[in-house]
């Protein structure tokens, strides 16, 4: 029988190895450790850090005057070294920081490990942890335990050409079935331009559609999960997408397909604004939630972001659980996203950013509606790392393989992974 796993909201982060799933879980964060001293804080680099950094300075500075003979040594981590360096942390805790920044979808990883503290009290003492929806907790919760607190997400949404709309006297479509209409009318009129950017290699892209369907990564070979690669795959087509031009498309090609004008729709992330305003959309664009199946719904987005954690090997559980919730509250959260762009985790947060600024409301709408996540195994690694549904799209919109054909092969692939 097909294993099931439950998944649940939550970027897009690739995990880089697996660990053995027999580790021990996790440790528990007490109040233990010296109140004073050095807390050791591992946070991811940036390409442009400066803005991150003041507001972590700023926090910092915020900690350490209510934490008298406290200093907070922060290290900004390459993102693709990060793998090495917490799997070297794990194996030495003398190296082990005591806060630390993480992917979302390297939580599997990281837990099966051992390496991380079982957060459950210190967010349930949090006077804030209550603001955090139930599905950004399960996507840093494993095997029941929580093991991270969400710091930021991010989610994708329909962005759409609002003069090409207008010109063509179109409507925004209200169902998924409306959008592949609308995209074919745009396309028939305007052979130049795709309706939508959708790509064989844009995974992102193409599991709202399942999602929507009712079906899932788990279950890829399902019915509903077909109708939903159906309804995707069906937009790379001559009369949208081309397979010349799209079979082999990624998330970040496809975002530059929308930003050049040479598109008219594309499911695009909040995180993607910058690039889309820099190209020749820019002015003529607005943004709804991606719709389900029926009108008024709303098709679920992959939740990525990053959490912060405790190690297990801290040296300073009582401080780093001090200072993880002041970096992770409201405050802090909104002054990432004035200085990063990074949604809010916390509701009310969230809530108030959207409210300052309405280009962000749809995708806190989209989150509002339930997000989706990855399966939480350490298998996912292996899955992702070789490309498993991408391949399973790609073949599809080349006509290498049929819908039931790819997901059957797919389907294996994943069982295997994730059974390991």
């Keep these: ?25 996790t440790g528990t964060v007490t109040d233990g450790g010296p109140k004073t001293g050095a807390l050791k804080v591992w946070l991811f680099d940036e390409p442009n850090r400066a803005p991150k950094e003041a507001v972590v300075q700023e926090a910092i500075t915020e900690f350490t005057a209510a934490h ?6 922060v ?67 494993y095997q029941g335990t929580l093991l991270g607190v969400p710091w930021f997400v991010g989610v994708r949404a329909l962005y759409y050409r609002t003069d090409v709309f207008q010109e063509l006297g179109l409507k925004v479509p209200t169902t998924l079935a409306e959008l592949t209409t609308t995209a074919r009318a745009v396309r028939a009129k305007k052979p130049d331009m795709f309706g939508i950017a959708v790509g064989g290699k844009y995974t992102f892209g193409a599991l709202p559609f399942v999602w929507a369907n009712g079906g899932d990564i788990t279950s890829i070979d399902s019915a509903p999960s077909r109708a939903g690669l159906t309804a995707y795959t069906g937009l790379i087509a001559e009369d949208n997408c081309p397979p010349q031009n799209c079979a082999d498309l990624t998330g970040g090609k496809t975002v530059e397909l929308f930003a050049s004008g040479k598109a008219a729709m ?18 003529k664009y607005a943004v709804v939630p991606l719709p389900g199946v029926t009108a008024g719904s709303v098709a679920p987005a992959f939740a990525g972001g990053n959490n912060l954690g405790i190690m297990k090997n801290a040296q300073r559980p009582a401080l780093a659980a001090d200072f993880l919730t002041l970096l992770a509250s409201k405050k802090y959260q909104g002054k990432m996203y004035d200085a990063m762009g990074n949604l809010p985790t916390l509701k009310s947060a969230s809530d108030e950013v959207a409210a300052k600024d ?27 790392a070789s490309a498993v549904l991408p391949t399973m799209i790609e073949k599809v919109a080349t006509g290498k393989a049929s819908v039931d054909q790819a997901t ?13």
């Excluded at 008298?68 to 040594?73: A, R």
């Excluded at 695009?268 to 889309?276: D, K, L, Q, S, W």
């Excluded at 092969?409 to 994730?418: H, V």
């Design 1 to 25: 029988m097909r294993l099931r796993i439950a998944v649940a909201a939550a970027l897009v982060l690739t995990v880089t190895a697996c660990a053995p799933s027999t580790s021990a879980p």
């Design 68 to 73: 008298p003979d406290t200093t907070v040594d």
């Design 75 to 141: 290290q900004y981590i390459a993102v693709d070294t990060r793998g090495e360096r917490f799997k070297g942390a794990f194996n030495d805790p003398a190296s082990a920081p005591d806060v630390v920044e993480f992917g979302n979808t390297d939580l599997p990883e990281y837990a099966a490990a051992g390496g991380l503290a079982d957060l459950g009290s210190i967010v349930s003492g949090w006077s804030e942890g209550a603001d955090l929806p139930a599905d950004a907790k399960a996507s840093a919760t």
């Design 266 to 283: 594309g499911i695009i992330g909040n995180f993607n604004r910058a690039a889309v305003d820099a190209g020749a959309a820019k002015g």
């Design 358 to 384: 309405p280009f962000v409301k749809p995708f806190v709408d989209t989150i509002n509606a339930g997000t989706r996540f990855v399966p939480l195994d350490p298998g996912w690694g292996k899955i992702d």
């Design 408 to 420: 059957t092969e797919a389907a294996k692939q994943i069982d295997e992974a994730l059974t390991q």
